[in-house]
């Protein structure tokens, strides 16, 4: 097959490429950054450098193509998010259709069945109605629970303030994803024949942010590592003082009040969904090596 992926070399579409390119397929990978031509070559891949603004651009790197992969990379510097967020998902329903391509498999997000008061998520609520009602194309959408790696961004806090910490309780059960079995499942989901459009949960583990506090604490010698409540207020102003534009941070803090409430997390917990196989534990391991690494 012929496969084309979005996401440059991110934390997904690196082992996806690397995954479908095992299996025998013809990938190309599209990024915005040239510099990024060689390494995607190194591991055999085609590279397709644009911009993910320019519709002309992705209609050519779709053409001829079997399957594409879609998801939306963060841009920080976006006014309104929700909005960026959207404009990229009509970008590739449009090219989608001009490549005529037959078979889309979209990364979205737990939580995406909600409309309004889940921050960015939101805007990939946008992105699955989109690609559903404005492509011919068989589409899946993988809603992937919150990124193991999101937690490399606390290391700052816990090295400076000896705590990790958000806008929602230490009880609050997180589903959780890793990238691997993110990639995983796009690359099953991109290979298999599918008739119909579908939803599939991609989540690696549920566990409480008390409990994650205690694995990734444990694994880098800080037993007594704690899991802190931040009023939304100081949890915005960390934000904006870490350098978050202050678009971004008011995104993310509605994010967590949805997961505090529980609202996030309730189609999920309804539908059947195939477990990831990474779990807290080990990725405590790849967090020590992180944070020893990191100044």
Do not use: C
């Not at 070559?41 to 790197?61: N, Q």
């Not at 998010?81 to 498999?105: D, L, M, P, Q």
């Not at 690696?204 to 694995?215: C, F």
């Amino acid at each position: 097959m012929k496969i084309t992926l979005t996401g440059s070399l991110g934390n997904t579409s690196t082992p996806l490429a690397k995954i479908l390119i095992a299996a025998g397929h013809d990938i190309t990978v599209i990024s915005s950054n040239k510099n990024k031509s060689e390494q995607i070559r190194a591991f055999g891949a085609i590279p397709a450098i644009g911009s993910i603004h320019d519709v002309s651009f992705l209609t050519k790197a779709f053409a001829g193509a079997d399957a594409v992969y879609t998801m939306v990379p963060p841009d920080f510097s976006a006014p309104d998010y929700r909005k960026y967020i959207s404009t990229i998902g009509e970008n590739y329903a449009t090219a989608i259709n001009a490549a005529r391509v037959k078979k889309v498999v979209n990364l979205s997000s737990i939580g995406a069945h909600l409309e309004a008061g889940t921050g960015p998520i939101k805007g990939l609520h946008d992105v699955e109605k989109i690609l559903d009602s404005q492509t011919s194309a068989t589409i899946t959408h993988l809603r992937a629970g919150f990124f193991f790696v999101n937690f490399f961004a606390d290391i700052p806090m816990i090295k400076q303030m000896n705590i990790i910490g958000g806008n929602y309780a230490e009880s609050t059960k997180l589903r959780l994803v890793h990238p691997t079995d993110i990639a995983e499942a796009a690359a099953e989901e991109l290979q298999k024949e599918s008739t119909q459009n579908k939803i599939r949960y991609v989540v690696s583990d549920s566990q409480t942010a008390t409990t994650i506090a205690k694995e990734l604490g444990a694994a880098i010698n800080k037993p007594d590592l704690k899991w802190i409540k931040f009023s939304d207020e100081d949890a915005f102003n960390g934000m904006t003082t870490a350098g978050l534009p202050t678009e971004i941070a008011r995104n993310y803090v509605e994010m967590f009040q949805a997961a505090d409430s529980g609202k996030l997390w309730e189609d999920f917990d309804t539908t059947e969904s195939i477990p990831g196989h990474r779990k807290l534990k080990e990725f405590a391991q790849e967090f020590a090596t992180r944070y020893n690494h990191s100044n």
